[in-house]
C-alpha cells in the first residue's frame, strides 16, 4: 500500500515536472524498499534516480539525505566508496548549521571509518552523533548510541560498548522504536557474545528473532551469531541448524 501510494505520487509530480517532490517520493520508494523488503539493489536504483532529481532541483539538503541512505547500504556491502560525500554533507551540515544533516552525516562517517578499521575516528564521530542528538533533542538518538555501541566494541573497549548497547534498549523501548530495537538487542548480544556469555547472548538474539517484521536487514546476522555461540557451547546439531 505504502508503495502504490508514492507511486502515484512521484508520477503526479512527474506530470506537473516538480523535481523536488519526484525526488522525495523516489527516496522514501528506496527507504521501503530496504527495511520492508529488504531489496538492497533495487532500493540503490531508487536513491540513484532521487539524486538525480533532487541535483536537478538544487535540493542540497535532500542530496545530504539520499548520500545517507546510500551510505547505509554501501556499509552493508562494506563498500567505502561514498566516504567522500558522507564527508560533503557533513560540511554542509557545519556550514548551514543544520544539526540534523551534521547528525547524519557524522553517524554515516562512523560507519564508514569502521569498515576502514579507523576505530578512533570511528568512536569520534559516533560520540559527535550522540552529542549532536542531546543537544538538540533529536528522535533518532538510539540509533546513535547502537553505532556508538558498535566503535567501542571494535575498539576492544567491551564495558562501554555494553553501556552504549543498553542505553540504545533502553530509549529505543521507551520511544517504541522497533527498528533501532532490532539492531540494538543484535549489539547487545554480540557483546555477551565477546565476553563469552554465549547463552545470554542468545536472549538478546531469540529477543530480536521476535520482532520478525523489523528484522530483514539483521536477520543473516543474527543467525551467524547464534550458530558461533552454539559452536561454542559445544551445541554443534544446533549450531548446523
Given at each position: 500500500?505504502?508503495?502504490?501510494?508514492?507511486?502515484?505520487?512521484?508520477?503526479?509530480?512527474?506530470?506537473?515536472?516538480?523535481?523536488?517532490?519526484?525526488?522525495?517520493?523516489?527516496?522514501?520508494?528506496?527507504?521501503?524498499?530496504?527495511?520492508?523488503?529488504?531489496?538492497?539493489?533495487?532500493?540503490?536504483?531508487?536513491?540513484?534516480e532521487s539524486l538525480k532529481h533532487a541535483q536537478r532541483a538544487a535540493y542540497s539538503k535532500l542530496e545530504c539525505t539520499i548520500y545517507g541512505n546510500l551510505c547505509t547500504l554501501a556499509k552493508l556491502q562494506n563498500d567505502t566508496s561514498l566516504m567522500s560525500y558522507v564527508r560533503e554533507s557533513y560540511d554542509y551540515g557545519i556550514e548551514h548549521e543544520d544539526q540534523h544533516v551534521v547528525f547524519l552525516a557524522a553517524l554515516n562517517l562512523g560507519g564508514m571509518y569502521g569498515l576502514k578499521k579507523e576505530y578512533d575516528s570511528a568512536c569520534y564521530y559516533c560520540q559527535r552523533a550522540v552529542d549532536i542528538g542531546k543537544q538538540n533533542g533529536l528522535n533518532k538518538l538510539p540509533i546513535a548510541y547502537v553505532a556508538l555501541s558498535e566503535a567501542n566494541l571494535d575498539l576492544g573497549n567491551l564495558e562501554g560498548a555494553d553501556k552504549w548497547a543498553q542505553t540504545a534498549i533502553d530509549l529505543a523501548e521507551k520511544e517504541a522504536d522497533q527498528m533501532v530495537l532490532v539492531n540494538a538487542y543484535n549489539k547487545k548480544a554480540m557483546v555477551c557474545s565477546h565476553k563469552g556469555m554465549f547463552s545470554e547472548s542468545n536472549e538478546w538474539l531469540y529477543k530480536a528473532l521476535d520482532m520478525s517484521e523489523f528484522i530483514d536487514m539483521e536477520k543473516s546476522r543474527i543467525y551467524h551469531l547464534l550458530a558461533e555461540n552454539y559452536e561454542s557451547l559445544g551445541m554443534v546439531e544446533k549450531a548446523l541448524e
Open positions: 500500500m505504502a508503495s502504490a501510494e508514492l507511486s502515484l505520487s512521484k508520477d503526479y509530480a512527474a506530470q506537473i515536472d516538480n523535481d523536488s517532490i519526484v525526488a522525495l517520493a523516489l527516496n522514501s520508494i528506496g527507504i521501503h524498499e530496504a527495511t520492508a523488503n529488504n531489496n538492497l539493489y533495487l532500493a540503490q536504483w531508487y536513491f540513484v
